[in-house]
Each structure stands twice: as C-alpha cells, then as structure tokens.
C-alpha cells in the first residue's frame, strides 16, 4: 500500500536486544493532505531506511504493509514501511524555470486557428 503526506514529528529511536539479534525500529508521524488530514504512526525496521535524511515538514511517499497480531487476546496492528521517499515538486523543490507566455510560440501576425 502506498500513502502520502507531510512528516510532523519524528519519535525517538528504539533499540534492544531480542532472540535474533539487536533490533531497531524509528517511527515518524505522517499527517495526510485529504480535505479531513488523518494522522498515521508509521514504523521503520532495521537500517533499510535511514530516517535521519527526513525532518518534520518534509512531503513523502511511503511504501507499507499492514500486519495484525494476537498477544493475550488482544489485537494489535503494526504499519511497517517499506520504502520512504521525498517527493519532488513543491515549491522550495522547484528547480525548472517556468514555462513560457502562452504567446511565445506563436509568430507575429499568425492567428491561432488549429489546422484541424
């Protein structure tokens, strides 16, 4: 699944020690841009994703699962990103000029009748 939105707030590292090994897991908190915004806690395991190039206020792209699992009868649901990318085309990203005057194409005197 995909979504995408701007970066509020990025939480605190987590690191500890389990059965495989050390783990890690970052969190971000992801504010969506929908007429009502919805915010989502999104959580990134492992170094597949280094966090530290994002900062709250940056528009992103983000790849994720969705998994549930059962501990003591209770459900709890995990989202996981697989992939997070800034987005490119804001207005601070802006690095092409902007187009021409509609008028620039057209040579003097010529009238703008498609020849179709």
Do not use: H
Request: aromatic residues 10%; hydrophobic residues 35%; glycine residues 10%.
């Amino acid at each position: 699944m995909d979504i995408s939105g701007k970066i509020i707030q990025l939480l605190q590292l987590q690191t500890g020690q389990g059965k495989n090994g050390t783990w890690k897991k970052q969190e971000f908190i992801l504010e969506t841009g929908d007429t009502y915004p919805k915010k989502v806690c999104i959580a990134v395991w492992g170094d597949k994703i280094n966090m530290s190039s994002f900062k709250p206020g940056d528009q992103v792209d983000v790849s994720f699962d969705v998994e549930s699992r059962e501990f003591n009868g209770r459900w709890y649901t995990d989202v996981k990103a697989w992939k997070v990318v800034a987005k490119r085309g804001g207005a601070a990203d802006d690095s092409m000029p902007p187009p021409p005057p509609a008028d620039f194409m057209m040579p003097p005197g010529s009238d703008d009748d498609l020849p179709f």
